[in-house]
């Protein structure tokens, strides 16, 4: 018979372990893998928390408190960030990780419930140096936590008609200096909001309410779309859509230049702006159209 808790759910994986395996072949990839794992398990035991099982690459844990499973997040993405668990300087590691605070059924070791499948959602949402989490969890976090909380989009969760808020803990000192303002997913407008186009190097990529939702740009190869410069930040900015509108949020040193075709210019750095119209979306500098860093944009009704 099961015992029913309030835990907060952790789970946290190695992004591109595929590469790793390619890069540095099989026992290299193991190793960095088994590395990366230990370091996790590590976290979890310094903040109070229990691993519950790890799966190849991924672990899960559970906290008493979200206080504590943000702790060992941030953990966790400080000590392999800057750590070189790889053995080679131009190979660098990177883990995502998703948390989310719930009741769950506890059996035989295990855990079981909705906020199991909502904690994994949420690391499904996050990319490379991520720290997503649910807004009924950052409710539970203390003050300091929440000072470092933005919320950066919405997602439907599986089985459930209505959107969740994904909220992003910036556990990086440069990041937290400057919190975005929340996105305005409550909003009542009805309207469709079309589809937005974007165009880079030959590529499309389209976002809609029944597509993709999301996109990220940036110089990591992870990224939808991946511009390489030496102005543009591994993760740089997102285009997300809040209910009705097509949002820019930037995550850059440098900032994004959106130049509409309609004239405006707009200046993005760690803040958000609508994209509508058409025109170019430059990262780290103004981009002309035709070169190789512009990416085009188009808001289709």
């Not at 900015?237 to 230049?257: M, Q, W």
Request: proline share 1%; with cysteine; glycine share 8%.
């Amino acid at each position: 018979m099961g015992t029913d808790k309030e835990l907060a759910i952790l789970f946290a994986d190695v992004v591109g372990s595929t590469q790793l395996y390619e890069s540095l072949g099989d026992d290299g990839a193991r190793e960095t893998v088994h590395k990366c794992v230990d370091c996790m398990k590590e976290a979890t035991a310094d903040h109070e928390g229990e691993v519950i099982k790890t799966m190849g690459d991924e672990v899960m844990s559970t906290f008493a408190t979200a206080d504590n499973a943000m702790q060992a997040a941030a953990q966790m993405q400080q000590k392999i960030s800057s750590g070189n668990f790889t053995g080679h300087d131009d190979i660098r590691v990177s883990i995502r990780i998703g948390c989310h605070y719930g009741h769950v059924v506890v059996e035989k070791r295990d855990i079981f419930g909705a906020a199991v499948h909502t904690a994994n959602r949420m690391t499904s949402q996050a990319k490379a140096g991520q720290i997503i989490t649910t807004a009924s969890t950052v409710e539970l976090l203390n003050d300091d936590w929440q000072s470092v909380v933005r919320q950066i989009g919405v997602a439907t969760l599986r089985g459930q008609s209505d959107e969740v808020a994904l909220y992003e803990v910036l556990w990086q000192p440069e990041e937290a200096t400057s919190v975005l303002p929340k996105i305005d997913w409550e909003d009542t407008q009805t309207k469709s909001p079309g589809q937005l186009v974007l165009r880079f190097q030959g590529n499309e990529v389209k976002l809609s309410s029944d597509g993709t939702r999301s996109v990220t740009l940036g110089r990591a190869d992870d990224n939808d779309v991946t511009i390489k410069g030496n102005l543009i930040s591994r993760l740089h900015a997102r285009i997300e859509l809040a209910k009705t509108r097509y949002v820019l949020v930037d995550e850059s040193t440098n900032g994004t230049f959106v130049q509409r075709d309609d004239g405006e210019e707009v200046y993005v750095r760690r803040d958000s702006a609508q994209l509508s119209g058409s025109g170019l979306i430059g990262l780290g500098r103004v981009a002309a159209r035709g070169t190789p860093l512009a990416v085009e944009y188009a808001h289709e009704d």
